[in-house]
């Protein structure tokens, strides 16, 4: 087994760029979840999702969108991208959407904004 | 509002000397509150998890302690190694669907 996979590892964009990040969940797991990173900061949630819907959201505008493919595989969009959107973004997975059950984070997509 | 503080931010500590953690929350119901290792560059990884009726729960050199009623938290690291030197980060979650909370992390460094 994998692990919870994200690619690509790092990318460097210009303001207002648009990015699609990836995400493959740990096998066996349905829900997906995409955090930011900024550096020296806990992460911060930015959305769920579970049986293809965003079953939860972060305090992230719009510029943040995701999807979820019928593989539960998932994807994050950011659009019009600024200067502080560099971070690092960890995708992690589960099995069912309750809190005890454990998540797997990837090893995260470092994204550089200039 | 939801928040977990941790403490202290950083840490700086001799190979083999043993360290505590803090952890206090204000998350509420709550549920479970778990303790993460991040390396530098990776994604987080669980050591333990905790729930209301739990006190204390161990995993190898690390043991977590839980005081639901003074909602504190902390992670004890016992005879430490260098590859103990990460940040560890608090995530606290509440009952129902709610989304889990997480603190800024310790920045744990061991020194040879």
Redesign the interface.
Known sequence: DAG?TQSPTHLIKTRGQQVTLRCSPKSGHDTVSW?QQAL??????IF?YYEEEE??R?NFPDRFSGHQFPNYSSELNVNALLLGDSA?Y?C?SKGG?G??N???????T?LTVL | KNQ?EQSPQSLIILEGKNCTLQCNYTVSPF??L?WYKQDT??????LT?M?FSENTKSNGRYTATLDADTKQSSLHITASQLSDSASY?CVV???G????T????T?LTVKP
């Open positions: 919870v955090y020296g900061q806990g992460p911060q949630f769920q079953r939860q972060g690092l960890l992690a959407s809190s005890y454990e998540q797997f984070f990837g090893p995260g470092r | 977990v549920s479970n778990r560059g990776r994604g987080p990884v669980s998890i729930t980060i979650s509440p009952q669907v709610s989304k889990s997480f603190g800024d992390g920045t």
